[in-house]
């Protein structure tokens, strides 16, 4: 019987993988075993699938139903060679180059099996989390350096130190899978490739900070991966890593699903919290923070799902190993979400210290289309635009913070030369005002002003009297805002217009794309 893997991933599925899965198993009949997995995050390699040998995994891809018949003819069963055949798994390229700590199971593990996941190293960070006790697992985190992967970068042990020293009867652990950024998809690649990953983080939270309930608070644009959630949360509640006695100690801890209904707003914490509490999705004044009163007014730890899915590698092997990874103030590893107009997209995960170039060029391989690459968005729609000058810049909070930059949850998004960037600063007025809670003036009112302001600089009328309006405008937003929403969304703005200020002067342009 030959082990035969092919993901379940949506991207997988999108390409056709379902198909490639029936084909593979009408054609193997008794002699395969089917086993379906996560996806490894090279998607122009999608569906990949992969053969267990004596010598390893052997990869085949971009396959399609129509290739499987001469697949097995070719013997593809022991990994023999075929125009599709990528060789040994690990040694592709663009995957060896990797340091996954984060995503080491993703691809390679049935998500939903509990042997697969031990076998994997599963279960290792939440017992030495119980063996060190609480505030010892909490000191671990701090030492490790791991910072936020949700936007703000704050360090993960330090907001868990709050939290478990806040008196109160109940604490809480929220998981911020809302991951409305443009260009990312890691949190949700997680949730369908491993998802036992963030329960064992949210369990090994919840002890550390003495809570015993969690949320995921995931979004209703991902139906694929709530439902594999959901099927995760059985499989742990019956393996012991959920309920009233973990792993047999008399430490409980339970999570509940709750998916949102789509605004980018629910991902600000206090929003999201809201929205847990059956609230409409508006954003809280700060303080106090939600550390302190957060969700139903007790202490909540609301993480980002990356930051909890890292926490159980950072326990099993030790801070420090974590820590080794890295530069300056950012340590361990990020999975960058490439996408965009490029080449090779997917998940890359690798150590800080990256630069930006190497990431579009080297890894990325530059644009889909072959055309110089113009700009990339870095950090969500709320970042800022790097014209290939900044390329140098290395992936490192501090040194992205430095160019008026952000990291955010890792996303990068490539243009090439035929974007035109005032445009891109219209769409990021117009995308503030449509996902505007309407809680501040700034936000709610500039926004929609600083969009008419720029109609009016793209028609070619007192460009540089409106290009000082919205740049004026922006102050107020940046100082003025509640929230990051209205905020940052000066940077993508502003980005534009100091890096490509050629695009705002061109005279008539046709007034606002619809
Ligand atoms: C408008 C807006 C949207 C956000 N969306 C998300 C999101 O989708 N996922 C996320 O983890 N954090 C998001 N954040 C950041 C959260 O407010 C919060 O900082 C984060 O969940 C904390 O987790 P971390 O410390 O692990 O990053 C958003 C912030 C703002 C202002
Ligand atoms: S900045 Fe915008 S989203 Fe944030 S509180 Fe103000 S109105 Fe709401």
Not at 104 to 127: M, N, Q, T
Not at 144 to 166: D, E, H, M, N, Q
Request: aromatic residues 8%; charged residues 20%.
């Amino acid at each position: 019987m030959t082990r035969i893997f092919i993901p379940q991933d949506v991207a997988a599925l999108a390409v056709g993988a379902e198909k490639v899965a029936k084909a593979v198993a009408a054609q193997g009949g008794d002699g395969v075993t089917i086993v379906r997995t996560g996806s490894r995050g090279l998607f122009w390699l999608e569906p990949l699938v992969e053969v267990e040998t004596p010598a390893g995994r052997i990869a085949y891809g971009p396959v399609t139903p129509a290739d499987v018949p001469g697949l097995f003819a070719a013997g593809f069963l022991t990994g023999a060679a075929h125009p599709l055949c990528l060789g040994p798994t690990a040694q592709i390229p663009w995957l060896a180059r990797q340091n996954r700590l984060t995503f080491a199971r993703c691809g390679i593990i049935d998500p939903l099996s509990v042997e697969d996941y031990r076998a994997h190293g599963g279960f290792k960070g939440i017992a030495r989390a119980l063996d060190l006790g609480p505030s010892n697992t909490i000191e671990e985190v701090v030492r490790s350096g791991l910072r936020g992967r949700g936007g703000a970068g704050f360090p993960t042990g330090i907001k868990w130190r709050t939290v478990a020293a806040a008196p109160a009867d109940r604490r809480y652990i929220v998981c911020n899978a809302d991951e409305g950024d443009s260009g990312t998809f890691a949190d949700r690649m997680m949730l369908e490739g491993d998802p036992l990953a963030l329960i064992e983080g949210m369990v090994i939270a919840g002890y550390g900070v003495g809570a015993d309930k969690g949320y995921v608070y995931s979004r209703s644009e991902y139906p694929h991966a709530n439902h594999i959630f959901t099927r995760a949360l059985y499989v742990a509640r019956k393996a012991g890593l959920l309920g009233p006695s973990i792993l047999g100690t008399d430490f409980g801890f339970d999570i509940e699903l709750r998916v949102g209904a789509g605004a980018y707003v629910c991902g600000e914490e206090t929003a999201l919290l809201e929205s847990l509490e059956g609230k409409r999705g508006v954003v809280r004044a700060k303080p106090p923070l939600p550390a302190i009163k957060g969700l139903f007014g007790r202490p909540t730890v609301v993480n980002n799902l990356l930051s909890l899915a890292t926490v159980p590698t950072i326990l099993a092997n030790g801070a420090q190993a974590y820590a080794d990874y890295g530069m300056g103030r950012s340590r361990g590893t990020m999975p960058i979400q490439i996408a965009g107009n490029v080449k090779f997209g997917g998940l890359f995960e690798d150590a800080f210290g990256i630069t930006l170039g190497e990431i579009v060029n080297e890894v990325g391989g530059g644009t889909l289309t072959g055309r110089p690459v113009k700009a990339v968005q870095c950090g969500g729609p709320l970042g800022a635009y790097f014209p290939p000058s900044l390329f140098d810049t290395q992936y490192d909070y501090e040194a992205f913070t430095a160019r008026g930059g952000l990291i955010g949850h890792g996303g990068i998004v490539v243009f090439d030369d035929s974007v035109d960037l005032s445009a891109q600063a219209r769409f990021a007025m117009e995308f503030c005002a449509i996902e505007s809670c309407g809680k501040c003036t700034p936000c709610r009112i500039g926004s929609t002003r600083g969009a008419e302001v720029i109609d009016r600089i793209r028609a070619g009328i007192e460009v540089e009297a409106n290009i000082a309006l919205v740049e004026d405008l922006c102050q107020t937003m940046k100082f003025g805002s509640l929230c990051a929403l209205g905020g940052f969304t000066p940077y993508p703005v502003l980005s534009a217009l100091q890096h490509f200020p050629e695009d705002f002067r061109r005279g008539q342009l046709p007034v606002a794309a619809e």
